[in-house]
């Protein structure tokens, strides 16, 4: 069983898997029901919306492996206790664990990658299997990092999905419990305290964080109680060029 909500990652596993290697194995394709998007791109009988906490007997009698590739649905503790599930996840972990990993990653400078794991009742925790690290350059802002992270895990998906499959793996339980950041901790990131002093590196990643073609996140609030929007555009010159 898949289950992802991101566009990305589902075009690729499809790609992955079209190949004689995998042509005997049986992918059911399903995404979360409040992803209302993907009920207008995709719905179709072979891909699904489906609310896990509802049918995890259903899923524990039918699947033998669980794969996450960012479903955005908690995994009640019945269903990875009973299933094997595994995670792909766009963060280096224990470090930066839950929410846009990338983001807080630049600002607090712990490493940053992608993580396949097994899942257990934490968020994002669990055996890893794999994970690789990938540098953040100083130009970069969170819209570079992720899509370099989303390559590294199609390439660990490439590379390990048999292994997963077969459960020819061995895995590790981190040695640190690592950090996580939530949702609502993101959100309180986007609002600027005009009044605070930090150095203009700080502030430098702080936009470089909050930078990322499609969204608007970072704002602050003006004299006449308007929100404006920032965000910062980087360009490199290399040495050679100069
Ligand atoms: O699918 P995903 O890339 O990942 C998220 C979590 O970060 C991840 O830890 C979790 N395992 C997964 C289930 O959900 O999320 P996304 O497609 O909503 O966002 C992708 C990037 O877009 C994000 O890293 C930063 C950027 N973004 C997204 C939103 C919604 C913003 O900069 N602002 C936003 O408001």
């Known amino acids: 069983m898949v289950l992802t909500d991101n566009e ?64 955005k649905q908690l995994f009640p503790s019945k269903l990875v206790n009973s299933v094997r599930c595994v995670n792909i996840h766009p963060g280096y972990n224990p470090y930066n664990r839950g929410w846009f990993p990338q983001v807080f990653s630049i600002i607090n400078k712990l490493p940053i ?63 640190v419990e690592g950090n996580i950041n939530l949702k609502k901790d993101f959100e309180a990131l986007c609002k600027i305290d005009l009044d605070k002093s930090i150095t203009f590196r700080e502030a430098i990643d702080y936009f470089r964080a909050m930078s990322f073609s499609g969204y608007k996140n970072a704002y602050f609030i003006d004299q006449e109680g308007r929100k404006v929007f920032i965000d910062i555009n980087l360009d490199v010159v290399c040495n050679d060029e100069v």
């Open 8 to 71: 990305y990652l589902y075009e690729n596993m499809k790609e992955i898997i079209d190949c004689d290697e995998y042509r005997d194995m049986n992918f059911n394709f399903y995404y979360s029901d409040r992803n209302i998007a993907f009920n207008s791109r995709y719905l179709t009988n072979d891909f699904k919306p489906i609310n896990v906490k509802g049918k995890v007997d259903e899923i524990i009698a039918k699947y033998q492996l669980v794969l996450s590739l960012h479903c």
């Open 113 to 175: 990658g992608a993580t396949i794991h097994e899942m257990d009742e934490n968020l994002d925790s669990g055996n890893i299997i794999v994970q690789e690290k990938i540098e953040i350059l100083s130009w970069e802002t969170s819209f570079d990092i992720y899509n370099k992270v989303q390559n590294l895990e199609v390439k660990l998906l490439k590379q390990h999905l048999h292994d997963i499959i077969d459960h020819s793996y061995e895995s590790i339980y981190p040695k």
